[in-house]
T-cell receptor, first 114, second 118 residues
């Protein structure tokens, strides 16, 4: 049972480069989301999805794009990386439920933009 | 909109001492409440959650938290800490959208670094 898998775990980018952080879950969860973690600021929601083909912006969406072509995958794209996007990124998922089921997090992706 | 405030950014304690990590939230709707722990260079692990019912919630590793609706607080406690409890702890809330479901969008506090000294 892999849970939520993020790749890569570590990445260094130059300013202006593009890249995609991959996120996959094998739990058939409808809801997936991306957070970034910065010191002293906790985790902040970037984008989220309530199902395949449906995405919406979170608290800090600027500079990031997402798509949800399948239930399993929810990639996060940086089109033109900036030093302000240096952060740790977490993907999360949970099932459709009225009981507030546990949100599962990936192991994180450490991104440095130089 | 909702917000979460963790009142202490760092909490140093000695091993076997009790600890309380404080969390206050604000929201105009009913919420679910969570505590997560993050060990260095790792992801987040759920410690406990409050959805409804008893206001005292027990979690893993001997932690518990009490939901106080009137004070909008959800403080985390452990009666006797171990060196291995050294980590960063996050309080989070998730609101209930119309119909009583939650889309899994969490609002996090800033985090509290718990350091347990021998």
């Amino acid at each position: 049972n892999a849970g939520v898998t993020q790749t890569p775990k570590f990445q260094v980018l130059k300013t202006g480069q593009s890249m995609t952080l991959q996120c996959a879950q094998d739990m058939n969860h409808e809801y997936m989301s991306w957070y970034r973690q910065d010191p002293g600021m906790g985790l902040r929601l970037i984008h989220y999805s309530v199902g395949a083909g449906i995405t919406d912006q979170g608290e800090v969406p600027n500079g990031y794009n997402v798509s949800r072509s399948t239930t399993e995958d929810f990639p996060l794209r940086l089109l033109s990386a900036a030093p302000s996007q240096t952060s740790v990124y977490f993907c999360a998922s949970r099932t459709d439920s009225h009981s507030g089921n546990t949100i599962y997090f990936g192991e994180g992706s450490w991104l440095t933009v130089v | 909109a909702q917000s979460v405030t963790q009142l202490d950014s760092q909490v140093p304690v000695f091993e076997e001492a009790p600890v309380e990590l404080r969390c206050n939230y604000s929201s105009s709707v009913s919420v679910y409440l969570f505590w997560y722990v993050q060990y260095p260079n790792q992801g987040l692990q759920l410690l406990l959650k409050y959805l409804s019912g008893s206001t005292l919630v027990k979690g893993i590793n001997g932690f518990e938290a009490e939901f106080n609706k009137s004070q909008t607080s959800f403080h985390l406690r452990k009666p006797s800490v171990h060196i291995s409890d050294t980590a960063e702890y996050f309080c989070a809330v998730s609101d209930l959208n119309a119909g009583g479901t939650s889309y899994g969008k969490l609002t996090f506090g800033q985090g509290t670094i718990l350091t347990v000294h021998p």
